[in-house]
Nanobody, 124 residues
Framework: QVQVVESGGGLVQTGGSLRLSCAGS????????MGWFRQAPGNKRTFVAT????????YYADFAKGRFTISRDNAKNMMYLQMSSLKSEDTAVYYC?????????????????WGQGTQVTVSS
């Protein structure tokens, strides 16, 4: 069983930066691919970025390319999402997820473990 817990959300101004963290625990968490998803009010949960078990491979949603960077530190059982040039449309609850596979996926149904989410609010 794997557990993941997000942190680092908050209120930031348009154009600002924020780093989200995801702490993983449980058996073999470092052999799981991980990802970030988000859900804005009234919208479905959408894919943001994913990273392979060893951090060598990552994949981003189009809106995240060039602005967001996903990374992980397996020595600390941590995953991160560095967000910059934030826009109001980035306002959402951001979720960390882990899947039983070495490589990530943009499909949320392929992730077995989810955190509770952390709120990110971007104000103008």
């Amino acid at each position: 069983q794997v557990q993941v817990v997000e942190s680092g959300g908050g209120l930031v101004q348009t154009g600002g930066s924020l780093r989200l963290s995801c702490a993983g625990s449980g058996s073999d968490v470092n052999t799981h691919a991980m990802g970030w998803f988000r859900q804005a009010p009234g919208n479905k949960r959408t894919f943001v970025a994913t990273i392979s078990w060893n951090g060598d491979t990552s994949y981003y949603a189009d809106f995240a390319k060039g602005r967001f960077t996903i990374s992980r530190d397996n020595a600390k059982n941590m995953m991160y999402l560095q967000m910059s040039s934030l826009k109001s449309e980035d306002t959402a609850v951001y979720y960390c997820a882990a899947r039983r596979g070495l490589y990530g996926s943009p499909r949320d149904r392929e992730y077995e473990y989810w955190g509770q989410g952390t709120q990110v609010t971007v104000s103008s």
